[in-house]
């Protein structure tokens, strides 16, 4: 006889014998065999009676190493793949994973029963098709969505991406699984980077072979946020000159720096800033920037200290916002100053065709 082929006492001991370990030993045994070339077709049908017989065990360990031991099978009989996946979850979750003759309609009944331990089990598996992922994107929570962003076998399309980024531009966790991923498209990191904190700006420079521009620009905007929290540090004019001095001098004043502080509420150092880059008198200086009704002096203060134009909107945005809370004495942290002027930078694209939508992020990321 075959030594793969079942015999009668195995099928008289599992009888005899109603211990749960005996169930389990012979739920091994029996998987074991089932998979193998030399079954023979008697022996492949005794195995599946006995599983039968066991996916109806009320035992529950026997019906937990029975889904153990036959998720890795290549062909089940379709009754007990069923039996299997519609069980409690310490049963389901090991076969829902790793089972891999699930079809996509399997896999959507799964999701939409909505039993978040088998959605994640679904959303881990090996060689998820584009229709389950983008079904998973579409459908399922955020907690579902993050378990697939780290399942580095999933195959995830740009549209999906795109799909999570815009269902979840407000999720920190979101964000950090995408971070965490190993393996993200250019295109999307480009989506996602004026939007992360400064410690996952640094974990995707870390992680991620990033393009020279994009590191480049992130470490320049840490930089920059570290300087402006020194700024914002110190109270007199003297302070700030010195510090705008020694920038000045190691070539570190950049537009970007100078456009960041205007928009984060710091007049001083953007004055100081303007009397540096453009050799301008402090006194001609402040007189120029709120003398918002000759804006064109504006205009001409900031090519002297070789702001580029496309950064002139945010300028003017943030010295009107300033305007409204001087006259209206009113008093603003700098999150909402940011927030004001992010909201004038937007209606002015929508009133104007000065503006792109490339302008709008770029600006929106130099203030954010």
Not at 245 to 250: E, F, I, R, V
């Amino acid at each position: 006889m075959n030594k793969l082929e079942l015999s009668k006492q195995d099928v008289e001991r599992l009888s005899h014998d109603l211990s749960v370990e005996n169930k389990a030993l012979t739920a091994q045994k029996i998987s074991a065999y089932y998979d193998g070339k030399d079954l023979s077709e008697r022996g492949r049908k005794l195995a599946e009676d006995i599983f039968r017989i066991m996916v109806e065990d009320v035992q529950i360990k026997v019906r937990e190493v029975l889904s153990e031991s036959l998720k890795n099978c290549k062909s089940i009989p379709r009754d007990i793949v069923l039996k299997l996946i519609n069980d409690q979850d310490s049963v389901a979750v090991p076969f829902i994973k790793y089972y891999a003759n699930l079809t996509d309609e399997d896999l959507i009944t799964i999701l939409e029963a909505r039993n978040i331990n088998k959605q994640k089990a679904v959303a881990s598996r090996k060689d998820l098709s584009v229709e389950i992922t983008q079904y998973i994107a579409d459908k399922c929570s955020e907690e579902i969505v993050g378990v697939l962003i780290s399942n580095e076998n999933a195959d995830l399309k740009e549209k999906t991406f795109d799909t999570i980024i815009n269902k979840y531009k407000d999720s920190e966790l979101i964000k950090k699984k995408l971070v965490y991923r190993s393996e993200l498209p250019t295109s999307v990191i480009e989506k996602i980077v004026t939007s992360l904190s400064e410690d996952l700006q640094k974990r995707l420079i870390i992680t991620h072979n990033l393009p020279n521009d994009i590191a480049t620009d992130i470490v320049e905007q840490v930089k920059e946020k570290t300087t402006l929290k020194i700024s914002e540090e110190y109270s007199t004019d003297k302070q700030i000159e010195e510090l705008v001095h020694q920038l000045y001098t190691s070539n570190h004043l950049t537009p970007s720096l100078v456009v960041r502080s205007i928009c984060m509420g710091d007049l001083k150092f953007f004055e100081y800033a303007l009397v540096y880059l453009s050799n301008t008198p402090l006194l001609e200086v402040r007189k120029i920037l709120f003398n918002l009704q000759v804006d064109f002096m504006i205009r001409n203060l900031l090519r002297k200290a070789f702001i580029p134009k496309s950064m002139f909107p945010a300028v003017f945005s943030a010295l009107n916002v300033l305007k409204d809370i001087r006259f209206g004495c009113q008093k603003s942290d700098r999150n909402s100053f940011m927030h004001k002027v992010i909201e004038r930078i937007l209606s002015r694209s929508i009133d104007s065709e000065e503006l792109s939508e490339d302008d709008v992020n770029y600006l929106i990321s130099k203030i954010s």
